[in-house]
């Protein structure tokens, strides 16, 4: 075991923190199986759908033959049609089949994205119960898009409930991107649901790489919910080439709400890099919010990067959700000035949002330095996206002239956000003799000149004087060093 390993126990020894029992799953796009719970992709009793039969030897020549004869090219002006040369459908058949190509042609050229989900959603569901084959070989032939992955999603789930492995074999045919792969996720999923044993039998044919990688933590969820100490036994049986880090890191992100400090020694001991990384910053999250003390602790134990910075950051945000004063309490014990000085950003973040005069009485009140200065301007900025004349009232208020000037400028900057051509003319009207009134314009008008470049040109042109003036026109153009 790591010396982390050895140092996270004794520190689990040592608690008595009450355990919290949440639970935590990995989403999965469940809009699919609402589809197939609510019966939307079931046939009538009387006439059940046909299995596909796409087979892999033959899917190139579908595919061609797809690809020239179902362009999208189609047009309702000369409704053509041309059919696949694989298939010779019935009379019938092929009256329904150019019915739903022309309905979902027609769906496609919807301009509203939400219009156009629902009804392409809604009449591949329809087709696909009737003709299966047919349905397919239409989906084959769309470009990628959301509707392909939905109704590939649709497709090989309705497939999956009655031939798990065809729908697996269907899935590396068809889901070719990242995007699409997320039908690994619903597979899985839905097999899992069935019979985890089965389930687990199905991952042997999952495709290497990332469809391996959400068809085993899906099941590794799903078990979890099940059962979780029976699954977190079976992730730690299995080798590393087998999924052993990905399925222990998903048993755990549902054990660490529950029992940080065993999902924790759990951690130290059989995740190492990433998982481990991903894992700790999960129970430091649950950690923060049961004991701050400990956690920054543990948080010293971690290697100094991004990890640690990442971690403490997390920790602050959640901190001041609940209590914004023990929260910057816990920064200032922060080892590191940079990531102290992130992290204080952080809880003002959210502190503005519950708290805004409390956040600024904190600020004021810092030592006077740099960690002051940083803080003030970037609590002037959120001040300013809600009440920007307020917060140049609070910002003149600051008790060294550093911290007065970094507050005018972050106000500048938030306003700008909002109005740059208001923001704008009250930094020009700051006193002439004022520290923060060049940075102060340059900073509105380099936002202004992203909405209105023509206003924001003419406006630093008559700022006097030249000291003002050279600072509007080097926002316009950074690279400008003259009038």
Known sequence: MSAFGRRSSGFRKQSSLARAVVLAVLATALFVVFYVRQGRLAPPPESPPKTPTLL???????????????????????????????????????????????????????????????????????????????????????????????????????????????????????????????????????FARASLSDAEQLLAEAPPGAPFESAIRALASRWTDSNLESALAWAQKLKEEDGRSSAIETVLFSLAPQDPWRALDIAAHDLDGEPLERTVA???????????????????????????????????????????????????KLPDVETREMAVKNVLDVWVGTSPNDAKSYVAKLPSGASQDSAAEHLAVRLAAMDPLDAAR????????????EALIGVATGWAQQDASAAAQWAAQLPAADAARNEAIYSAVSYWVLSDADAASAFAKSIKPAAARKAAIRALNPHEDSE
């Open 282 to 332: 999960r129970v430091m999250q649950r950690l923060g919010e049961l004991d701050p003390e400990q956690a920054g602790r543990i948080l010293q134990l971690l290697p100094e990067g991004q990890t640690q910075t990442h971690i403490a950051l997390d920790l602050a945000r959640a901190l001041a959700s609940s209590n914004p004063a023990v929260a910057v309490a816990w920064t200032s």
């Open 56 to 190: 892999a030897e033959d899917q190139g020549a579908t595919n061609r033959a797809v690809t020239s004869q179902t362009t999208r090219t189609r047009t309702r002006a000369t409704g053509k049609r041309k059919q696949s040369a694989t298939t010779q459908p019935a009379p019938d058949d092929l009256v329904a089949t150019n019915a739903y190509r022309d309905s979902l042609d027609l769906a496609l050229e919807e301009t509203d994205p939400i219009d156009r989900s629902m009804a392409f959603g809604r009449l591949f569901s329809e087709w696909f119960a009737r003709d299966p084959d047919a349905a397919l070989v239409y989906l084959s032939g769309l470009p990628p898009s959301p509707e392909y992955t939905s109704g590939l999603l649709l497709a090989l789930t309705s497939v999956g409930k009655n031939d798990p492995s065809r729908a697996i074999e269907l899935a590396q045919q068809l889901a070719t991107n990242e995007e699409q792969q997320v039908v690994y996720s619903v597979l899985f999923d839905t």
């Open 394 to 405: 609070w910002a003149n208020t600051l008790p060294t002239e550093s911290a007065r000037r």
